[in-house]
């Protein structure tokens, strides 16, 4: 299995755009507390990606993005 970590600069925003709200409709329906908007919950993830705090990953064997927070622990077992 080979995974990478893209990195933000290698994906114009579209693209980026794209992933984010590819990714985020995954994740079904909110049921937290305070229910945010599309657009809310796009900025709340653009956020985390820019600060460090979330990283993009790609998976050859599934060819799929997904967006995990940076300190997942299953991070530490993989050569990015």
Do not use: F
């Not at 080979?2 to 709200?21: C, Y």
Request: include cysteine.
């Amino acid at each position: 299995m080979a995974i990478h970590r893209i990195p933000l600069d290698r994906l114009s925003p579209e693209a980026l755009e794209g992933v984010i709200r590819e990714c985020i409709s995954r994740y079904g329906t909110d049921y937290g507390e305070i229910e945010l908007s599309w657009d809310a919950k796009c900025t709340q993830v653009k956020s985390r990606l820019g600060s460090g705090l979330a990283v993009l990953l790609y998976d050859d064997d599934t060819e799929t993005i997904t967006i995990v927070p940076a300190t997942d622990p299953t991070l530490k077992n993989l050569t990015l």
